[in-house]
């Protein structure tokens, strides 16, 4: 496991004059801890863990990694109800149910609203994703940047993920070997706040519940947060970062952000050894690297708040045994996730980046924005959450 700095807190002078604060407009600067560890390509099911090549988790455990800060583009604007499209599947009552309360709590303009017929199953076929992505294609219009898919499955298609699928095409190579390398996104650590006007593609997420109940109390979180957080005077917020003793999950570790506050925003953040975090309060953004989660239901978050572990299929989410899937972070009450739906190896790309994340959402981008600009390779991973939370969002 990676040694993580000791960095004292950022002093909130040094902070604003710095690069963080000033979001400097670029490309991600590349650190050598992620060239370093590219080509650990282990896979991450709890059966060839153990006998996964750890030549870059290896070096990273046994050598101090100086945890720095990132920069990332300036970003004006966001994705917001009046340019999200929301798909429901009159099959699923789930879906119906939930996408009409959605509709109301969102405010989301009719037109903007398509209903369809999709087999309520966790995969479909090439030929039935097809169908679906043709109705989409031809019902929303240019002013439609992002989707909200209302279904907790379909989550894929054959090995891909849906909302890899839908955005960036059905790769059916990619089930030959599931550790290639995939389709980097051109939305990827985007200055976009349009990315179907300025790339092409539409981002969507799965508004996925474990009942429709969970999937009310997700909606009301994500709109709840709206314009909440980084207000001055308010109690700070925690973002923590777990540096587990799971080796081939915990290769993430070195693209950390450093510990410490971010004054202007009154985020703190946390590096830490841990296995299974219990009993914290104020909970933005927690990142792992684990098979299995536990203690889940004694983390308090704040509304909007953001989770993932990196594991091989968090992403299944209506696996019941095995590996925990991204829906119990949603169901332990946070607003959005993230999980891959095949074998991806722990290839850095096919997870989110945490600087990213973390940079992204402090601009005031969607939930939907910040998880997909934090993934250079989604195909095989499936965002999950309410779309619109925006709790850094200005008014």
Known sequence: MAKTSRASPVRPKAFLAGRVQRFVAGALIFSAAWCATVHAQGPTDPASAATAPASAASAAQNARVVLRWQRVPRVFGRIEA????????????????????????????????????????????????????RRIDDHFGPEVQGLALVWSQPYAVACNAITGALALGFDAELCNQTCAKTKISPYFNSPSSAPFKDHGLRPSMLLAGATVAQARQLIDRGVAADHTLGLRGALPV???????SDRARSVRVPLFPPPGLVASKGVVVHVERNDAPHDLNGLLLMQTGAAQLSGLDSLHWVPGALADHLTSFGGLLDRTDGQTTALAWLTSGATASYGTVSEPCNHLQKFPHPQLLLLHYLQGSSALEAYWKSVAWPQQGVFVGEPLAAPFASR
Not at 238 to 244: D, G, I, P, R, V
């Open 238 to 244: 925690h973002a923590y970062y777990m540096a587990t």
């Open 82 to 133: 009046e340019s999200l499209g929301v798909v429901i599947n009159t099959l699923d009552p789930y879906s119906v149910e939930v996408g009409e309360y959605y509709i109301h709590r969102r405010q989301i303009p009719a037109r903007h609203v398509l209903r369809v017929e999709v087999p309520v199953q966790a995969r479909l076929s090439a030929a039935e994703f097809e169908l679906l992505k």
